[in-house]
């Protein structure tokens, strides 16, 4: 009786063991295909955080990562002038594995070794907004931005337009080695030199990566603004900056003026006479693209190595128009 009982414990045994190791392997199997269908996680770095502009390319970003099922995570420097920061945002996401890197290059030689670095982890880079120093397609996946010396070109057009053709012009440049605005200037410039009669007396300053440097940048060259029939900015801060300083010259609305990017404030601006025209990107576009061209090339699709999101001139006679109201709306 006693060999018996022990051999139906043992059977018994041998029976609960079979069931806790498939039960076991049942758990692995279903954890392994929980993390298959987990989303991937797609890092989106701009150059900063604080300009509206950023804001509207977010906000792209998040309505791609939800339309494509991707977990956007958004991190970037406060100011555009910490490169160092942002070179450390790209390196921590590296180091986290993430599915893919959409980036906003602060510096298009500064941010090359870290995409490097990150294509030797097998970790896509999409670059946007801005250029970095490669060749698209094969050094990143894809650069997807405003078409930024068409950009220069139609605000030294449009800034010609307002001045008949002749007069004094000042560009107030952004900072030294952002290859979006640097592309913008020289547009600006390549259109200038077509119309004779415009000299341009200022040419060499730079506003820096804020609206306050941007500003003393404008009222460090007093003299100059006041010999000026026109001035050209290429980017949100630099325009708001010399906004602020033509108000305390009292010259806003005396100087023409032709600014980039289209903030309420700025629009608000040329509603009162003291913007005359902005040459506006499409940041929700950029934002998107971006993230959709990224999951693109995650899920195997051929994707274009170049994508323009697009360029147009506001004015105070199309603003009001159902296809710049739609572009402000975002």
Not at 247 to 253: D, M
């Amino acid at each position: 009786m006693p060999r018996v009982f022990l051999a139906v414990c043992v059977a018994l045994a041998l029976v609960a063991g079979c069931k806790e190791s498939t039960s076991t392997n049942q758990n692995a199997s279903s954890n392994s295909q929980s993390s298959s269908n987990a989303k991937p996680q797609i890092a989106v770095i701009p150059k900063g955080t604080t300009h509206e502009f950023w804001k509207s390319v977010q906000a792209g970003a998040q309505k791609a990562g939800q339309e494509f099922n991707a977990d956007i995570i958004w991190k970037g420097p406060v100011k555009e002038d910490d490169r160092a920061s942002q070179i450390q945002v790209v390196q921590e996401f590296v180091a986290d594995k993430v599915a893919g890197i959409v980036l906003a290059p602060l510096d298009e030689n500064a941010l090359a070794n870290p995409v490097r670095a990150a294509a030797q982890e097998n970790i896509p880079v999409v670059i946007i907004d801005s250029a970095l120093k490669g060749t698209p397609g094969k050094d990143f996946v894809s650069f997807v931005a405003t078409d930024n010396h068409k950009g220069g070109e139609l605000g030294g057009e449009q800034l010609a337009k307002l001045l008949d053709n002749k007069g004094k012009v000042v560009l107030l440049r952004y900072a030294v080695g952002s290859a979006s605005t640097e592309a913008r200037e020289t547009g600006f410039l390549d259109a200038i030199k077509k119309h004779p009669d415009i000299q341009v007396i200022s040419s060499d300053r730079y506003a820096g990566a804020t609206v306050d440097t941007a500003k003393t940048s404008a009222l460090n060259m007093v003299d100059t603004l006041k010999q000026a029939d026109g001035v050209f900015c290429p980017n949100e801060s630099a325009t708001i900056g010399m906004l602020l300083a033509l108000q305390q010259l009292g010259l806003a609305g005396k100087v023409k003026f032709v600014g980039f990017d289209q903030t309420q404030p700025l629009i608000k601006a040329m509603k009162d006479g003291q913007v005359n025209a902005l040459v506006a990107q499409d940041p929700f576009k950029i934002g998107y693209m971006g993230v959709k061209t990224m999951m693109q090339h995650i899920k195997g699709e051929k994707v274009d190595p170049l994508i323009d999101t697009g360029v147009q001139v506001i004015t105070p006679e199309n603003v009001n128009t159902p296809e710049i109201q739609n572009l402000l709306a975002h």
